[in-house]
Structures are given as structure tokens and as C-alpha cells.
């Protein structure tokens, strides 16, 4: 099994599982038909090795024990798509309890990106997530330095990005913590940084769909976001300066 630079990340942050959740397999089934053809239905050993899963759905719930969602690919190595899951012992916010985070990635070519949205919609809806975003591999890179601290100090985000707070100090949990290229924010999350304003936000809106819960997924740029493009830098760079709360900056 290979991996590569060449592929788009979906990470979706949602409260925790609690026992009897049916949402593993929902968020399963929901990438599933976003993505025509694609069948999650192998893991890996300790050595990596693929193990076919004939009855998955079974398997999923038996291995779904730990609060999370257990290591699941499809069989195409060169079209590889994964996901998993996890609770996060640690809050999304000042006090708040540990947090579920799923995990997905699937290829940056034309069928990745065509899915691209419905798949960000399907783990973040199948999940209850809060807030979530779909950032090709090299542009999340730079996006995750925005928060992370340097030897020196404080964070120093590249290509002049606002440097974003750490989650314990970020005052709720539905506030997002950082912008990708599709962001999936629930209607907490939009309501709590202020999306949609009719009058601000004409040109997200052309660019973005509501979801079944009352949730949007917005995407800042029509491609995979490229931030050597400079109309990608500044798309994500006015995204930041219109919703000041997404990082704990400051209130809308």
C-alpha cells in the first residue's frame, strides 16, 4: 500500500460517540455513494497487509467498541480511498469534553474531485459533525501551520495567513478552527461565525449548498485549492478576514 502528496483530506470534528451510535456506518454508506464504484471493504493487518472484510458492516460494529470508527480502505492501490475515526481526548474548546475526529482521504484526480463535496457532506452529516473542511494534501500542510507553535514561540503562518489560536482557547466548540478548500460547517457552526449575510457573502454563496440538517458546504475556490495560485491565496485570505471568529481571533 502506497501513499502520496497527490491526494485531497477530509477531516470532520463532531462530539463523541456514545454506545449504540450507528453513525460509523453511516458515514461508511455515505462515502460510498459518493463516490460511484467504491467499496470499503478491507483493513490492514499490522504489517499493512489487506485483509478482505466479506460481511464489513458486522465487522465495523463488533471493532467500533473504542468510541471510533476502525480503519477502512477499498482494494486499488493506485485509487486509493481510506477512512477512520477516533476520540480525541481533548476538547474542541475551552472546557469542552473529548470530540470524535474522522479522517478520509481519497485521490486528487478528476473523479476525487468531482466526489469531493459529497463526500466532505457524507462524513460530516454521517458524523453529527460541528465543522469540517476537504484541503488537498500541500495546501493543508501550510493551513496547519497557522496554528502550530514554532522553537521560538508563538505560530508563524506562512504567506502572510493569520496565525489562529489553540483550541483551549477558542470559546466553543462549533467554532471552526481553520478554513480548507470545502468547508463543511453544521448550523451551529455557521450561526456562530455569522454565514450566511446575503449583503458579504454573495460570492461564498454562489459556491455553496445546504445539507439535509441545515448545515453548508462552502468551497473558497472552483479548483483544488493551490496556494501558489495567488487568486487562491487571496481567496483564502479574505475567507479568514470575513469571519474573524473561525480560529479564536475575535468576535464577528
Not at 460510498?32 to 485483509?51: C, V
Not at 481567496?235 to 469571519?243: D, S
Request: charge should be negative; hydrophobic fraction near 45%; proline fraction near 10%.
Amino acid at each position: 500500500m502506497t501513499s502520496s502528496h497527490n491526494e485531497l483530506g477530509i477531516i470532520v470534528y463532531a462530539p463523541a460517540l456514545v454506545r449504540g451510535d450507528a453513525l460509523s456506518l453511516a458515514i461508511i454508506h455515505g462515502m460510498e455513494r459518493a463516490l460511484p464504484g467504491l467499496r470499503l471493504g478491507w483493513t490492514t493487518s499490522g504489517k499493512e497487509d489487506l485483509i478482505a472484510l466479506p460481511h464489513r458492516d458486522e465487522w465495523v460494529a463488533a471493532n467500533s467498541t473504542d468510541g471510533g470508527l476502525p480503519f477502512l480502505c477499498n482494494d486499488d492501490d493506485d485509487h486509493l480511498v481510506t477512512v477512520a475515526g477516533w476520540e480525541n481526548p481533548n476538547g474542541l474548546a475551552a472546557g469542552s469534553p473529548p470530540h470524535f475526529e474522522v479522517h478520509a482521504d481519497l485521490p486528487l484526480d478528476a473523479a476525487g474531485i468531482a466526489a469531493a463535496a459529497d463526500m466532505l457532506e457524507a462524513v460530516a452529516e454521517g458524523a453529527r459533525a460541528f465543522w469540517g473542511h476537504a484541503t488537498p494534501f500541500n495546501a493543508g500542510v501550510e493551513i496547519a501551520e497557522q496554528t502550530s507553535p514554532t522553537l521560538e514561540g508563538p505560530p508563524c503562518p506562512p504567506r502572510g495567513l493569520p496565525a489562529l489560536k489553540l483550541p483551549k482557547k477558542i470559546r466553543a466548540p462549533e467554532i471552526p478552527h481553520r478554513l480548507g478548500w470545502l468547508n463543511y460547517w453544521s448550523a451551529a457552526a455557521a450561526r456562530a461565525i455569522g454565514f450566511p449575510d446575503p449583503a458579504r457573502d454573495a460570492d461564498l454563496l454562489a459556491r455553496a449548498r445546504r445539507t439535509a440538517s441545515g448545515g453548508w458546504v462552502v468551497r473558497l475556490t472552483d479548483a483544488p485549492l493551490d496556494l501558489d495560485n495567488p487568486a487562491h491565496l487571496d481567496a483564502l485570505k479574505r475567507a479568514y478576514e470575513r469571519f474573524p471568529e473561525i480560529g479564536g481571533r475575535e468576535a464577528p
